[in-house]
């Protein structure tokens, strides 16, 4: 059976539901120093480690401090919008192609 542009939809609908939450950007840990003189922390180990979320809004590059609690979920999250990027260029030839077939059938009758 041939795919129609209303199929195709219907399982992009369905097929992106699964994939939420889905966000785009890249997940960082970073060592920086504190403000605390002699730290030990920062002498041992160059710095405090945490996690920042790193990505892009409205054109501009934004980090945001994420807690260690929650970068697993971030992590997730971030996986979920590259399967996402991944399912609109699959629905981008899949679309077309049968709007291409529909106009096709349209043009025969």
């Known amino acids: 059976m ?34 605390r ?3 030990p922390v920062c002498a041992r180990d160059g710095g405090h480690a945490s ?15 994420v807690p260690n609690e929650l970068a697993p979920e971030i992590s997730e999250a971030i996986e979920n919008g590259q399967r996402l990027q991944d399912l609109l ?5 899949r679309y077309t192609k049968a709007l291409k077939e529909s106009r096709n059938r349209k043009r025969k009758t």
Do not use: D, H, M
């Not at 129609?4 to 950007?25: D, H, M, N, Y």
């Not at 260029?89 to 030839?93: F, G």
């Open 2 to 35: 041939k795919e129609t542009p209303e199929r195709v939809i219907k399982w992009f609908r369905s097929a992106s539901q699964k994939l939420a939450p889905a966000v785009a950007g890249s997940l960082s840990l970073r060592k920086s120093p504190c403000i």
């Open 51 to 65: 996690y920042a979320l790193y990505g892009r809004l409205n054109g501009k590059r934004f980090s945001i401090y």
């Open 37 to 39: 003189k002699n730290c």
């Open 89 to 93: 260029n699959e629905a981008a030839v």
